[in-house]
T-cell receptor, first 113, second 111 residues
Framework: NAGVTQTPKFQVLKTGQSMTLQCAQDMNHNSMYWYRQDPGMGLRLIYY???????DKGEVPNGYNVSRLNKREFSLRLESAAPSQTSVYFC????????????FGQGTRLTVV | GNSVTQMEGPVTLSEEAFLTINCTYTATGYPSLFWYVQYPGEGLQLLLK?????DKGSNKGFEATYRKETTSFHLEKGSVQVSDSAVYFC??????????FGAGTRLFVKA
């Protein structure tokens, strides 16, 4: 039972480089999310996708783009990384409904130098 | 907009002590409420939830009751263990789509 799988687990980038964080879920969930976690700030929503083919901005979308490739996969792209994007990134998925919980991946620790 | 406020940590307790982590929320309507736990190096996982007023969620000895009068969802455990050391997040589900998280409370339990 894989659940939500994120790759890579760790990454170091130089300022200005680009990269894509991958996320896949095998629970047939409609909704998928990308969060960043910074010390003392909890989790902040970057982008979400309520269903295949739709994406919406969350609280902190600047500097990021996303693609909902299919129902299983939801990727997050940093086009030109900045030190302020140093963080731990979590992907999550959730079944449809007003009472369902989110399932999280293990996270990607990204450092931009 | 909707928000979740939880007590700042870290909270340090001795084994077998009583735990309370306070959580209050601001929301329109009656959203579902959750407590998630994050162990070191891992993602968040659901600890318990309550989906309507006066519901009590419980799991692994932890409990929380959905109180609409005080807009609170405080987490409690009667006797903590070293293995409970983790970060705890209170959260609400907004509009059936977005989960709003509190800042998290780190718990240390000493043997």
């Amino acid at each position: 039972n894989a659940g939500v799988t994120q790759t890579p687990k760790f990454q170091v980038l130089k300022t200005g480089q680009s990269m894509t964080l991958q996320c896949a879920q095998d629970m047939n969930h409609n909704s998928m999310y990308w969060y960043r976690q910074d010390p003392g700030m909890g989790l902040r929503l970057i982008y979400y996708s309520a269903s295949e083919g739709t994406t919406d901005k969350g609280e902190v979308p600047n500097g990021y783009n996303v693609s909902r490739l299919n129902k299983r996969e939801f990727s997050l792209r940093l086009e030109s990384a900045a030190p302020s994007q140093t963080s731990v990134y979590f992907c999550a998925s959730r079944a449809e409904g007003a009472r369902t919980e989110a399932f999280f991946g293990q996270g990607t620790r990204l450092t931009v130098v | 907009g909707n928000s979740v406020t939880q007590m700042e940590g870290p909270v340090t307790l001795s084994e077998e002590a009583f735990l309370t982590i306070n959580c209050t929320y601001t929301a329109t309507g009656y959203p579902s409420l959750f407590w998630y736990v994050q162990y070191p190096g891992e993602g968040l996982q659901l600890l318990l939830k309550a989906t309507k007023a006066d519901d009590k969620g419980s799991n692994k000895g932890f409990e929380a009751t959905y109180r609409k009068e005080t807009t609170s969802f405080h987490l409690e455990k009667g006797s903590v263990q070293v293995s409970d050391s983790a970060v705890y997040f209170c959260a609400l589900l907004e509009g059936g789509f977005k989960t709003i998280f509190g800042a998290g409370t780190r718990l240390f339990v000493k043997a």
